[in-house]
Structures are given as C-alpha cells and as structure tokens.
C-alpha cells in the first residue's frame, strides 16, 4: 500500500512531484511572475496552490522549474512578428 501511494505521489508528467515549487507567468504585460506548489494532477490540469493558500488550475505549458525560465518564455513572445491582414506570420 505505502508503494502505491508513492507512485501516486511522485507519477505526475512533465517532471513534476507532488510538493514542487513551480513558477508562473501571472500577467504577460508586466512580466510578473508567482511562486505555487504543486498539489494535484488531473490528467490535464495541475493543481497548484499559491503562498496565500488559494488553489487554482493550470495547464502544464504555464508552470516553469523556474524564474529564468519564465523569463525566457516571455523572450519568445516578444520576439517580432509580421502582421498582415488579421494573421500573424512568424
């Protein structure tokens, strides 16, 4: 039993264990970011509470390992793009 629950602990994808640190980008405009842990994974969504005790949602491409590599995913989508017409060409 106790073999059992340490898989579930430990079996969430994209590298994350349960009682992770995790960053997110909580607005883009300002580039801010906010430390959560990580709690749960649904199949889809991982549950991630934050310092203040709310729980909230998220989608695996919104959680980094850390601050540089937020910043870095706030890098890519700076990066200039051309417009033409309602479409966005990179």
């Known amino acids: 039993m106790k ?10 994808p994209y ?7 995790c960053v997110m980008i909580t607005n883009k405009a300002k ?6 842990t990580v709690e749960s994974y ?3 969504y991982f549950g991630v509470r934050s310092h ?6 998220a989608s695996p491409q919104r959680l980094f390992h850390s601050k540089q590599e937020a910043a870095a995913a706030l890098e890519q989508l700076e990066t200039p793009t051309q ?8």
């Not at 203040?52 to 949602?57: E, K, M, S, V, W």
């Open 31 to 36: 580039k801010s970011t906010c430390e959560y």
């Open 3 to 12: 073999a059992e629950r340490q898989e579930q602990d430990f079996d969430f």
């Open 52 to 57: 203040t005790g709310l729980f909230h949602r």
């Open 83 to 90: 417009e033409r017409g309602g479409m966005t060409f990179q």
């Open 42 to 44: 649904d199949g889809r």
């Open 15 to 21: 590298g994350w264990n349960r009682g992770d640190t």
